[in-house]
């Protein structure tokens, strides 16, 4: 079946040491997302990837990064991690971003746990 | 800044009942999304609306988007303890606008 996969679905690290969060899909679509979402909220959008176009949101901190070195793979760094950046972080994807039916799909996610 | 408002927060409801969620906002939006989402899970996609006044029907689900489109409704006949989940709705705008969030109704259905 096609997919989004996100690895690992749980991830631990320690203050300040960068970690790196992974996702793949099977869709073939051309947009990518990464959100994070914290306990009883809704998901934020830190930014996107329209093929290779990276598409960063005004308020995500430096301190997160992304790459996209091909069509099915989409990663998610972030350089030091800090407390406040524990949570779920939702991978998602969408054939095209400029339609009213751009549905997206969402992986499983990561919950990251910083110590 | 485009904001979709859902109500109410959290629901608890017994096997059986009715319930209807709402999401509101002030803004126009060109599609409105429903999504539910489990535990440790992402959100998995319901349906989606784009005409205003349109309704979907998916089982004993029941969604509605305002003939304004700034608004949407969900509605569940005879819950069910497997309907339990945080529903989401999500608008989008016009252009290359990203999708908007409602903050979501956490359902719980008890047997």
């Known amino acids: 079946d096609a997919m989004v996969i996100q690895n690992p679905r749980y991830q631990v690290t320690q203050f300040g040491k960068p970690v790196t969060l992974s996702c793949s899909q099977t869709?073939?679509?051309?947009?990518m997302y990464w959100y994070q979402q914290k306990s009883s909220q809704a998901p934020k959008l830190l930014f996107h990837y329209y093929d290779k176009d990276f598409n960063n949101e005004a308020d995500t901190p430096d301190n997160f990064q992304s790459r996209r070195p091909n069509t099915s793979f989409c990663f998610l760094d972030i350089r030091s991690p800090g407390l406040g950046d524990a949570a779920m972080y939702l991978c998602?994807?969408?054939?095209?971003?400029?339609?009213?039916?751009?549905?997206?799909?969402f992986g499983p996610g990561t919950r990251l746990t910083v110590l | 800044t485009q904001l979709l408002e859902q109500s109410p927060q959290f629901l608890s409801i017994q096997e059986g009942e009715n319930l209807t969620v709402y999401c509101n906002s002030s803004s126009v939006f060109s599609s409105l999304q429903w999504y539910r989402q489990e535990p440790g899970e992402g959100p998995v996609l319901l349906v989606t609306v784009v005409t205003g006044g349109e309704v979907k029907k998916l089982k004993r689900l029941t969604f509605q988007f305002g003939d304004a489109r700034k608004d949407s409704s969900l509605h569940i006949t005879a819950a069910q303890p497997g309907d339990t989940g945080l529903y989401l709705c999500a608008g989008r705008g016009s252009g290359n606008t990203p999708l908007v969030f409602g903050k979501g109704t956490r359902l719980s259905v008890i047997a």
């Open positions: 998602a994807t969408s054939r095209n971003r400029d339609r009213a039916y751009n549905e997206q799909f």
């Open positions: 869709l073939n679509h051309n947009v």
